[in-house]
């Protein structure tokens, strides 16, 4: 993340404080000393300081944080509002509304009505009215704009909150701190950092100091923002490499016909052995009658030879 370097500081004039008879002693550890009458706040403090702060913002916003950027003075009011519409965050740059924190369901239904009062007007419903009563709705709108319309987006309270000076937005500060709500605020040498979590020892005044303020959290959401796509976009192109990375090919040994052949032969010759001796037994078991008709007729031949030459003798 880039950070806000010390040359940038003197160049906006952060380091001008208020004049030495308005000063608060509490912000004595961050100021240098004096000139004409004049508090220097010490940028060596501030430096570091703004760093962390653009640091928690950055990690705030990675982690889809909604940060509420608030400067109602006139100073500030043009670079809050240019610079929360960039990074596309809530803002308040007109009055604080008490109880925009601590009662925010009352300022969700004037969020609700200003809604309504914008699409009347793109719909032409506005039309259907008087004179007289479309002018007092057209002044209800602009009122509405002016206070919550840089909210109107807004489902809940924010998760933090950045004030231009601490000194002009005592409301805001109490209702953060009621609610646990952490507090990044630019603390010039006449204000008290108290109920602050992230103190700035600057130049609330300057529309310089004010505009690199801003810009510096800007840029830090739109850095915390980017990272978070970026994180997004690696894993998918992961995911998609994985899917299509090729599976591994089972290798299947084909049996080739002498193989088989191989693995049949010893079956098929058992099996024609085996008729082979299964059609001898029968041929035999055939032959058995035969010849014992025959060995019977021998027999009987031999017998009457007998008693042919018996008979001769005789």
């Not at 937005?169 to 709500?181: C, H, P, R, S, V």
């Not at 602050?196 to 800007?218: E, H, K, M, W």
């Not at 032969?265 to 052995?273: Q, Y």
């Amino acid at each position: 993340m880039t950070n806000i370097t010390m040359r940038e500081m003197l160049e906006a004039g952060v380091h001008f404080g208020h004049q030495t008879r308005y000063w608060n002693p509490k912000m004595a550890p961050y100021i240098y000393g004096e000139r004409g009458k004049i508090h220097i706040i010490n940028l060596e403090k501030t430096l570091p300081l703004f760093n962390d702060a653009l640091n928690f913002i950055n990690k705030l916003a990675a982690n889809k944080g909604t940060i509420m950027f608030v400067g109602t003075k006139k100073a500030a009011r043009k670079t809050v509002a240019e610079e929360a519409k960039r990074c596309n965050m809530p803002y308040v740059d007109h009055r604080w509304l008490g109880g925009m924190l601590t009662n925010f369901g009352t300022i969700k239904k004037s969020i609700q009505r200003l809604k309504e009062l914008e699409d009347m007007r793109e719909n032409g419903g506005l039309e259907r009215f008087s004179k007289k009563e479309g002018l007092k709705f057209m002044r209800q709108l602009g009122k509405l704009e002016r206070s919550v319309g840089g909210i109107k987006e807004i489902k809940g309270p924010p998760d933090a909150i950045l004030i231009m000076d601490v000194g002009y937005e005592k409301i805001a500060i109490k209702e953060a701190a009621k609610l646990g709500i952490p507090v990044i605020g630019i603390v010039d040498t006449n204000n008290k950092p108290i109920d602050v979590d992230y103190v700035i020892p600057g130049n609330d005044d300057s529309i310089r100091a004010l505009t690199l303020y801003c810009q510096s959290f800007s840029a830090a959401i739109l850095e915390g923002k980017a990272s978070v796509i970026k994180e997004l976009v690696d894993n998918k192109e992961v995911a998609k490499a994985v899917s299509k990375k090729p599976a591994a090919k089972k290798v299947v040994v084909k049996k080739t016909a002498d193989t088989e052949d191989a693995k049949e032969t010893p079956v098929k010759k058992a099996a024609v052995k085996k008729i082979v001796k299964k059609t001898a037994d029968t041929a035999e078991a055939k032959k058995a009658p035969a010849k014992k008709s025959a060995a019977k007729k021998a027999a009987m031949v031999e017998k009457t030879e007998d008693k042919a030459e018996d008979s001769k003798e005789a």
